[in-house]
């Protein structure tokens, strides 16, 4: 990689791991950092997933009381689910030939965009609601297992907007604290971006020389940027990551069309 390269994944790398700490959205940077600095798409989206696991995994440890108050039922079924759709859904991303990803990149990416997009109002309403239900039938828990081995393989394939997608599943069966949600929440991602880097790797599909510069961006940003990213109306983060989302979107709509 040139100079000029390693810089920009650099800094990308940096934007993308404080966005992910304040408010996500992080992949809508890294991702194309890397089509542009011509990695081919596959493996330029499996090393945007390993850039960017470390700051989740640093995420989840912050929410360790709250998953103390998850039934253990659910925590079980909903982690082993994450990792069989994780896994699934790496799988399926390999198996993927380059020119098709290339093609469904513009349709990921607005999906992606418009997830992210409605998050806000969706997590807004959620945190209106208090009182965390104790108890989950069988049928609670099938119904949450099923929901999450489709999101978890979508997470496994490209993953922009899993996250507003769990917090909707959890809420729609019955959970209803926003604070255990969001704890329950990060640790899956974690384990459907952990279970699809460890495939991504032992398949040979990360690009190392990038993956490793954008890994210590990301690691900077979610540690140092997102200080400074606090200070700044989180409205204002959203409208920015929301109008890259879309551009990107255009562009890769115009690119490959």
Not at 69 to 93: E, K
Not at 100 to 124: E, Q, W
Not at 160 to 169: H, R, S, Y
Request: hydrophobic letters at 55%.
């Amino acid at each position: 990689m040139s100079l000029p390269t390693i810089l920009l994944l650099f800094l990308v790398a940096i934007v993308g791991g404080t966005l992910n700490a304040v408010a996500g959205g992080g992949s809508f940077f890294t991702f194309p950092a890397l089509i542009f600095a011509n990695v081919q798409s596959v493996v330029a989206n499996a090393t945007s997933t390993v850039a960017l696991w470390p700051g989740s995994v640093a995420s989840a440890g912050a929410y360790r009381n709250e998953l103390k108050m998850i039934d253990r039922r659910l925590l079980i079924v909903l982690v082993v689910t994450s990792l069989i759709g994780g896994v699934l859904g790496a799988f399926l991303l390999l198996l993927t030939p380059p020119s098709i990803f290339t093609t469904l990149i513009p349709y990921l990416l607005l999906i992606a965009t418009l997830l992210f997009t409605f998050s806000g109002p969706v997590t807004k309403r959620l945190r209106l609601r208090r009182i965390e239900k104790t108890t989950l039938s069988v049928r609670q828990l099938v119904g949450m297992s099923v929901a999450q081995l489709v999101i978890a393989v979508y997470g496994g394939y490209f993953g922009g907007g899993i996250g507003i997608l769990m917090l909707a599943t959890l809420a729609l069966m019955g959970l209803e604290n926003i604070h255990v949600m969001n704890g329950l929440k990060t640790v899956l991602a974690s384990c459907i971006n952990g279970v699809a880097v460890i495939t991504f790797i032992v398949a040979g599909a990360i690009y190392w020389p990038a993956a490793i510069v954008m890994v210590v961006g990301a690691i900077i940003g979610g540690y140092g940027g997102a200080y400074f990213a606090r200070k700044i109306d989180q409205r204002w983060i959203r409208y920015f990551v929301i109008a890259v989302g879309f551009v990107m979107t255009l562009y890769f709509f115009i690119k490959t069309h």
